[in-house]
């Protein structure tokens, strides 16, 4: 018996190693088949690839490439993060989830949104697409989104952002598109007919804009700015650059305070630095320090101040110089429940105009300095007229000065082409009225010649009895007139030219 049982035992103990192997490739098996479903979609199992809680249903972290299929109608909540969806397609839920609120497909790598990705889940008021690897935003891509309230994009590799992306999310609130490769701030999402009413944040953080839109981002209202990032963008250094983060500094907005070391621009010379936004008054450009708000006008003119406020919806009342209210001042009115007008200026309305605004949650105290200086307007003007007369009278006396120097006709007998006789009494009026005698000429040589010493002899013109309106004298008549003075025989056409090397006689 022991001997037939020791016979047997060899064969026994093959036949369990071959069953126990048989075991061991089922288990190993079993993982593959449940992710070959996972691959194609399989219906949902909550006790096995997703957790179910109530209106949430968790499939993160389960190696999933495709959304699982009979995804229940009751889902408010569907969390299929951290897998492996690269596609989002048209059909990916199968029926309508009215009741699905919050959606996230992070960490996924995704590459691909259909334009009818969101067709039947319009209820969703938060989406999060963020670490991905989308590369563009095709248009209205979003707009079957009404009620959304939340959207991050951030971390992925968008680079082009259709205009039309995000049209019809009338409800958006926040927007995250730190961290990609975007080359421009998106002003038409905060101005214009493309405008989002309900947009309290954009995030455009760390990306690639090197300039911004400055006077359209300094003519919007201050919540709006409040809520506006641009942070760790390789934005090039200016004083306009600077003059906006300065503003913002002292209003004290939250992209601003919360982000003051990372505001940095890059220097336009060789090498490039990168340096604070907020310390190019005293670096680099020496831009001018921006201290305060001020308003200037002139009298008879009118001003408005705008309580701009850091929040939307707050009770604002203003307060006037000298502690008044509106109602004790007759030139100051409220203008579209916060603006306040004043006009026509007068110098006492000059002072800080303060406006008080308060809300449930928040308080906000503005200063606005106002300066009327004492003239008008059209007084400055016509002064200004007056110095630009002033000054094109000058310029053009000058060009005629300039003219009669440069380009006036000679006509002198030395002047080429012209004859070396002296013409008739007629012409006497454009001849010169000095000029030296061939005689004194030849006697000048002689003494020259003679070895005796050089001069030259100056003859004075006795004043005639008529002068012209410009104290010049009478034009030379025709008879020729005998000059006065001691051992002078020369007559007036004796006198040379002025082009000879002799002094001119007066």
Known sequence: MVGSIGF??????????????????????????????????????????????????????????????????????LDLSFNFITKLQADWTGIRLDQLQSLLLSNNNLTFLSTEAFVNVRKLRYLDLSFNSLRLLDEYIFEPLENLEVLLLYKNHISQIDRSAFSGLIELQRLYLSHNQITRILVELLKGRGRLKSLRLLDVSSNRIKALPLDELQALPAWIKNGLYFHNNPLTCSCELYELMAHWELRELSPSTDFRSNHTCVTSGQPKEKMAILDLTRQYLNCSEVKGFKKEGYLEQSLVLDCDTRQKNM?????????LTVSQNETT???????LRIGPLK?????????????????????????????????????LKTAYTTLVACLISLVMILIYLFFTPCRCACCPGQNMEKNDGKDSLHSSTV????????????????????????????PKEQLEQN?????????DEEWQGANRGRTRSDVS???????MVI
């Open 8 to 77: 047997f035992w060899p064969a026994a103990v093959a036949v369990l190693k071959r069953r126990s192997c048989f075991i061991l490739h089922l288990t190993l098996l079993l993982p593959a088949v449940r992710a070959s479903g996972q691959l194609t979609g399989s219906p949902l199992v909550c006790q096995k690839t997703c957790l179910c809680a109530s209106t949430i249903i968790s499939c993160s972290k389960q190696n999933l490439t495709n959304v699982p299929n009979a995804l229940p109608s009751y889902a408010a909540v």
């Open 315 to 323: 009770v604002k009342r203003w307060v006037l110089p000298g502690n």
């Open 333 to 339: 009115f409220i203008r579209n429940e916060s603006s």
């Open 347 to 383: 110098v006492e309305d000059s002072g800080v105009y303060t406006c008080y605004a308060t809300s449930d949650s928040f308080n906000e105290t503005l200063y606005v300095t106002v300066v009327v200086f004492n003239t008008t307007m059209s007084k400055g003007l016509e002064n």
């Open 435 to 462: 000029s030296l005698s061939q005689a004194h000429e030849e006697r000048w040589q002689e003494r020259v010649g003679g070895g005796g010493f050089l001069y030259r002899h100056t003859a004075f013109l006795e």
């Open 471 to 479: 104290g010049r004298l009478n034009p030379i008549s025709e008879e």
């Open 497 to 503: 030219s002025v082009c000879s090397n002799s002094p």
